[in-house]
Structure formats: C-alpha cells, structure tokens
C-alpha cells in the first residue's frame, strides 16, 4: 500500500543543513492502523508531508496504491492527495463560515461534484459520525469532539487510500478524545482505510496494528500492538 525506498530528507536551519529523515525504509499494508510515535522533532509530520506529497525527499522513493508519487510533478501530486489522501489533524482546520455540511463536502466541490451527489455523501457520513442533525449549523455552534467529527468526515468524504491524521485529540480532554479515535478505528476498518496516526499518547497505542518509533530521523521496527 505504501512504501518508502531509502528515504533521506533534511531541511536548511540558517547556516547548518538539518536532517529530518536518514534511510527510512518501511511497508505499510492495506488496511492497516499504523501509529507513529517520536518526540517533537523528531520526523513525524515530515514523514506524514512526504506520503501525501506536500513535501518530498532528497532522495530515495515513495509508493502509494502501486503510483509512485515521488515520479510526479506538482498538478500530478495536487490531484493525487485531493483524491486518495484524507486528513485529520490536531487543529480542525474547519472554515467558519461555511455550515457543518459545507465542510464536509469541500473536498468534492473542489473536484466538482455534482451538487446533489456531494450532498447525499456528506448527509450520509455525519450520520455515520452521529451529527446528522447538524449539517446547517456552524462549527463555532459544536463542541471540540462534535468539531473532531465533521473533521473525520470530510476526511473521508473523497473515499481516499488513506486517512492521515496527526495528534487528532490533541486538543480535547481524555474522554472526548477516547470517543473520536474509538470512531476513527472504527471508520477506517468498516472503510478499509489505511490510516496513520502520529500520536504523544500512550493510551492510543492499543489501536494499532503496528506501532513505530521515530528518533533522530531513524525507525524502529514496527512491533505489534494489539
């Protein structure tokens, strides 16, 4: 499902050249729950950039879905995440005057969906995440895991390969958090999702299939963990 080939990666602070990533080799199969841990700095977001394509590597290869992105030019990589790529991040990143189903279906008006299509598909993934009755309200109208949810469902609102999602519950308390990765783990298994997820959280770990750890720009082997 996705493969990184040698991968080196390193970015210019002042003077000084900084490696972010050093021979990063890893498969990830379809289907899997991959969970990324690492202190800050340490690769994981950059790691996250490179598989979707907003970033690239100095070196080394990058195959998603059998499309080796790291072959392609910008209109190329651009048409690739929007299509096979979903995101959940830390900060919701949600427009604030758009409605709750306009968010939702943003992803599939920037393709150009048929008006009727993008809002039969965003209707039927908040109900999926238990917020159908809000499709008209605002995100400033929701709670931070109501906002985690819309979240979640425009991200998979394109019916993307994979579902990227970086400390998704950062920024909610304990119990909230644990219901929104509960329906994260849930929706990529019913949706066959590939989902990686960078998380500082020990008590997330019980949801991987694999879980790796980054340091100094380096992997550890994946160790299982359920």
Do not use: W
Request: hydrophobic share 35%; proline share 4%.
């Amino acid at each position: 499902m996705i493969v990184f080939d040698k991968i080196y990666k390193s970015y210019l602070c002042g003077p000084r050249r900084i490696s972010a990533l050093k021979d990063l080799t890893m498969t990830i199969e379809t289907g899997e729950f991959v969970i990324l841990r690492g202190k800050s700095g340490s690769g994981k977001s950059t790691l996250l950039n490179l598989i979707c394509g907003i970033d690239s590597p100095d070196s080394g290869a990058i195959r998603v879905d059998d499309q080796v992105i790291t072959e392609m030019n910008d209109d190329q990589v651009t048409r690739f995440r929007r299509r096979h790529v979903g995101f959940v991040y830390q900060f919701l990143n949600l427009i604030s005057t758009l409605s709750v189903g306009e968010n939702v279906m943003l992803p599939l008006d920037i393709e150009k969906h048929p008006p009727r299509d993008r809002r039969k598909r965003a209707t039927e993934l908040l109900q999926e995440v238990g917020l159908a009755d809000r499709f008209d309200d605002y995100p400033d109208q929701l709670s931070g895991g109501e906002q985690q949810r819309v979240a979640l469902a425009r991200a998979l609102i394109n019916n993307p390969s994979v579902i990227l999602a970086d400390e998704p519950t950062g920024n909610l308390d304990s119990e909230t958090g644990k219901k929104v990765l509960t329906l994260l783990n849930r929706l990529g298994r019913q949706y066959k999702k590939t989902v990686i997820m960078v998380t500082h959280n020990t008590e997330d770990l019980s949801l991987g299939d694999r879980i790796y750890n980054l340091q100094d720009g380096q992997l550890s082997n994946g160790v299982n963990g359920k």
